[in-house]
């Protein structure tokens, strides 16, 4: 689905991005980790076309479904009329939405369990809730590849859950190829199938999450110490930084 | 919330019909209004009698003209202003993501200001003032457009500003032109023209008017899902797919040629564009389809009603561009305060 190899990003005259190469299958699901600042989203912009690489080749084999991080309209659009504008690729410039369009944003709306928001103000809603109509938005594009930024921050835990096992089932029953950037090891943990961890704009490790996604590899990613937890009586894990205390020194 | 929406949906289909049965209303009301008292009936035979003689003739020949060459031109102006200005401004507004925004902001109404002072000045009338305050204003939008896009980008906020950069300076431009000017017979032409009327509005100037206003306002409405997709922010239209420049530049120069127009033909009209996409705004809520001829309709009742107050409240006409900026201004205030309320709008 995604072939990158020797990618080259600059924004803004400085080198941002550097001899990136990444691939992934078709079906499968990538989690981004990395500090702040280091190009995740430069590297989601590039993925979904709004950044030209300057060197290097990426191909994508599919359409591509774009879903933002927490946002506010400035205009009281409903949940219908965000959604909506994910039909854009298929109406043209002069375009606007029809019966066919209205029913395959229903049809996502349905799927996700959220026709009671069609008529609702869009800002008026929770954050969960707006991050479910923008993937409906998505959704809406007919797209094969699902690029989120950052789907789960400034969720609660169990506006998580719900995103997260969203993304499983859209792989697993619609065949969506899926990229996420976050924050939190244990989103790659539940269902990443591979991950990229950005240490620099040089330095990454990519593979498949069994393999790449460990305390080791997190430490370093970091730059803190990050160790496994298990949980006990569950056939789970996670991985949790290890705070120091020590690393600002604070003087009044 | 399922009935306020079937309410607000049942609303906004009816709306339109309603607000255009109020428009023509208050076109033939406003017929009748002025110095010769005249019934709707009259003014209704009167017309008709253009068309397909219903009785024989009864009225007044000063009746007929004053109906057809003076009142009528005069409404047909204020129509097509009021319809044009309050798409152009719902449009600007949902493009730039800013709903303070009006199509004075983007430098077209004070560039081609500028421009008629400057024909009036040399001594230009007629159309070379036309053809000077539409050359202006559209350079204007050029400039801004040109001031504003860094790399092949242009970033809303930097519109803005320039806009308003453009804007003062062609203010001083202007007040340059009023110092030049001859004090007893130019600068009365000049501040007079840019105060805003359309009392001497004939045939001809709603010809110009409407040749300027009616396509542009079609090609607005033809990107009314454009407009939605571009509030969202520039960034996630492009992610869309949305070709935001070409979209971005249709839109600014339709609004440019709507206001190029009314400024060539009646002076500066401010506030209208701001004000009314609110109030239609609040009658269909935000999505363009609906909005923008909401907008128009409402705009043209709007600047219809205020002209109306222009002719009859003194003997004297008032310039329009007076009545509307003391109606707007107020009102601009209280959205500024409610915006306020809410939080403000983000920036990018």
């Known amino acids: 689905m995604i072939e990158a190899s020797d990618l080259t990003v600059e924004r803004g005259g400085r080198i941002i991005l550097r001899d990136y190469s990444l691939r992934l299958e078709r079906g499968r699901t990538l989690a981004v980790l990395g500090a702040n600042g280091v190009g995740k989203t430069t590297l989601i912009n590039t993925l979904i076309g709004l950044i030209k690489p300057r060197s290097g080749r990426l191909s994508i084999g599919g359409q591509v479904g774009f879903v933002p991080q927490l946002f506010e309209v400035p205009f009281s659009y409903s949940a219908l009329d965000i959604a909506l504008m994910g039909r854009a690729r298929h109406l043209g410039l002069f375009g606007a939405p029809g019966k066919r369009d209205y029913e395959i944003v229903r049809h996502y709306f349905h799927m996700l369990g959220i026709e009671d928001f069609e008529p609702q103000t869009f800002n008026s809603l929770s954050g969960g809730q707006r991050q479910l109509v923008m993937i409906a938005q998505a959704l809406a594009s007919e797209c094969e590849l699902l690029v989120l930024d950052e789907p789960c921050a400034a969720l609660d835990y169990k506006n998580q859950d719900k995103v997260l096992s969203l993304l499983e089932h859209l792989r697993d029953s619609h065949a969506m190829t899926i990229v996420f950037s976050t924050h939190m090891p244990q989103h790659a943990v539940e269902i990443a199938s591979d991950v990229l961890l950005m240490t620099s704009g040089s330095r990454y490790v990519c593979g498949p999450t069994a393999d790449a996604l460990n305390a080791e590899n997190l430490t370093a990613l970091y730059d803190l110490p990050i160790a496994r937890a298990d949980f006990s009586g569950l056939a789970k894990h996670t991985y949790a930084p290890v705070f120091r205390h020590e690393g600002v020194v604070i003087d009044g | 919330m399922r009935t306020g929406w079937l309410g607000r949906k049942l609303a906004s289909v009816s709306i339109l019909p309603a607000l255009i049965t109020l428009l023509v209303a208050v076109v033939l009301y406003s017929v009748t209004i002025g110095r010769y008292d005249l019934s709707v009936r009259d003014v209704t035979y009167i017309l008709i009698d253009n068309v ?36 152009s401004g719902a449009a600007l507004q949902g493009l730039f993501r800013n709903p303070l925004v009006d199509p004075g902001i983007i430098g077209v109404t004070s560039g081609a200001g500028f421009g008629g002072t400057l024909a009036i000045l040399i001594g230009w009338q007629g159309y070379l003032l036309l053809a000077m305050a539409f050359f202006f204003g559209i350079g204007s939008v050029f400039l801004v457009k040109l001031l504003s896009t860094v790399r092949g980008r242009t970033s809303m906020l930097t519109l803005v500003l320039a806009g308003v950069v453009i804007s003062a300076f062609f203010s001083a431009a202007i007040s340059i032109a009023k110092l030049l000017a001859d004090p007893f017979q130019k600068l009365p032409a000049i501040t007079y023209w840019l105060m805003g009327s359309i009392a001497s509005s004939n045939y001809l100037d709603v010809l110009l008017v409407a040749a300027a206003v009616v396509p542009s306002a079609i090609a607005i409405y033809l990107l009314r899902f454009q407009i939605n997709i571009m509030s969202l922010g520039e960034e996630k239209a492009r992610a869309l797919g949305t070709r935001v420049v070409l979209v971005q530049w249709i839109i600014l120069v339709a609004s440019a040629l709507i206001s190029a127009g009314v400024v060539a033909t009646s002076g500066i009209i401010g506030w209208v564009g701001l004000v009314i996409p609110h109030v239609a705004r609040a009658l269909v809520g935000a999505d363009h389809q609906r909005l923008l001829p909401v907008s128009g309709v409402l705009g043209a009742i709007y600047l219809l009603m205020v002209d109306n107050l222009a002719r009859t409240v003194t003997t004297a006409e008032i310039p329009l561009g007076i009545i509307t900026a003391l109606i707007g201004v107020p009102v601009f205030a209280v959205i500024l305060r409610r915006l306020h309320a809410k939080g403000g709008w983000s920036s990018d």
């Open chain 2, 52 to 87: 397909h003689p219903l009785v024989a003739p009864y009225w007044d020949p000063v009746h007929e003209v004053v109906v057809e060459q003076v009142r009528l031109p005069r409404i047909m102006a204020a129509v097509i202003i009021g319809f044009g200005l309050s798409v």
